[in-house]
């Protein structure tokens, strides 16, 4: 089980075994956000203000390039308030202007007024680059499992404890 | 007879083949072999080198944020993809399983390489590489491979028994031979006369449907593995 210890290039290699696994996952996710261009591109549904089109839990990928047509009213886009690093999954309801410094006003379909009052003190509407990203597809209830992870943290430590033991005891 | 301390579950063959793997350098290098660790080296240093990539791309991000470190970001990706396809490539197609590489004392440069093909069949197969000292003109590049079944050298309880190991070796690969006389020898008094087996016991065997491998084997069937063995012997013939 644990007789590679003795030898130092086989323990090297297991420790490097265990590494890449972690290491090609993260690049993996950095590699996704540099072809999206979002520093986020896959976030999970935290509130129900988007219902009936999302619910807690969903699983949202997003792009954020503008390629063929400036982001616009009517999209669902996810954005970062300033300061503040909760993504927020709101529709665009209103454009003034165009360019990066259209004057920009999202409000959640389920909610009764628009989000002026969730921004931060001072600031009255959203500019291209506080998006980081309009949603292009979901997944439903697969993010579940991170909301459970974060309501719950010691689940993580748990998983990580498994997953490195599993990587530790087995060499297929 | 030398047998380890340590057990296996001789039902995983990932577990049989390692073992067999890590006793193989322990062997040759006892015989004055010298191993080279040339390919393991290479892959370590392709896998620790992208780590580190991903590493410090995890910390200029963790500290910088992505979008002031976007175009470093994509620079780390490109190259660390390139490493991890090169790591992967050095994997299948030049280790190709290799598990020692070493210079017999006589001179002769040895590779092994060894894989388990088939999920359900317990052999242990060995590629071999013999490639004559450089000095000595005219000699040729040799290869072969060895076919073995792993009872041959793991008890039932999953002990792994050194000499029939040592002698698999010592008998089928002549530079190991050369370094290790005593085990080239087939040891005497062992004789390898596989006990006669009638067919009508062969069928009284099977209508009890006793299984050859499982515990039921075991403590039914002590003779079953020899015949199973001889079945080998006699494929090999």
């Known amino acids: 089980m644990f007789s590679s210890i003795g030898n130092p290039r086989q323990a090297a290699a297991q420790l490097m075994n265990f590494g890449l696994i972690l290491s090609t996952a993260f690049m993996m996710w950095k590699g996704l956000s540099i072809i999206t261009d979002s520093p986020s591109p896959i976030v999970v549904v935290l509130s129900g203000s988007m219902e009936p089109a999302f619910q807690r839990g969903d699983l949202l990928l997003l792009w954020n390039r503008n390629i063929q047509a400036e982001t616009s009213v009517g999209e669902v886009v996810v954005y970062n308030v300033k300061d503040k690093d909760i993504p927020i999954v709101h529709r665009i309801v209103r454009k003034f202007g165009t360019g990066p410094n259209a004057k920009l006003l999202t409000k959640g379909d389920n909610n009764l007024s628009d989000d002026t009052e969730l921004y931060a003190k001072g600031q009255d509407f959203l500019v291209r680059k506080d998006i980081i990203g309009s949603v292009v597809g979901f997944i439903p209830y697969v993010g579940y499992i991170t909301i459970m992870l974060s309501e719950h943290p010691w689940l993580k430590t748990v998983m990580l404890g498994i997953m490195g033991l599993m990587v530790v005891l087995q060499r297929e | ?237």
């Open chain 2, 1 to 237: 007879m030398a047998v380890s301390q340590e057990r296996i579950t001789v039902y995983n063959l990932a577990d049989l083949k390692n073992t067999s793997d890590d006793a193989i350098p322990n062997y040759l290098n006892s015989l004055k072999f010298t191993q080279s660790h040339r390919l393991t080296d290479v892959r370590l240093s392709l896998g620790f080198s992208a780590f580190t990539l991903a590493a410090a791309c995890f910390l200029w991000d963790y500290k910088f944020g992505f979008e002031s470190t976007k175009l470093y970001t994509g620079v780390a990706v490109t190259i660390y993809t390139l490493l991890n396809g090169l790591l992967t490539y050095w994997i299948f197609y030049v280790e190709k399983g290799t598990i020692y590489e070493g210079t017999a004392p006589s001179g002769e440069k040895i590779k092994i390489s060894t894989s388990t093909p088939k999920k359900t069949v317990p052999e242990y197969h060995l590629s071999i590489e013999i490639e004559p000292p450089k000095k000595a003109k005219g000699g040729k590049k040799e290869s072969f491979v060895i076919i073995r079944p792993f009872t041959e050298w793991f008890d039932a309880a999953g002990h792994f028994v050194v000499a029939p190991f040592q002698g698999m070796l010592a008998q089928s690969i002549s530079v190991v031979g050369k370094a290790d006389p005593k085990r080239a020898a087939p040891p005497a008094g062992a004789v390898d006369q596989p006990p006669v087996y009638s067919p009508e016991m062969l069928a009284a065997l099977a209508d009890a449907q006793v299984s050859v491998v499982g515990s039921a084997a075991e403590t039914a069937t002590t003779g079953s593995d020899a015949a199973k063995k001889a079945a080998a012997k006699r494929r090999k013939a």
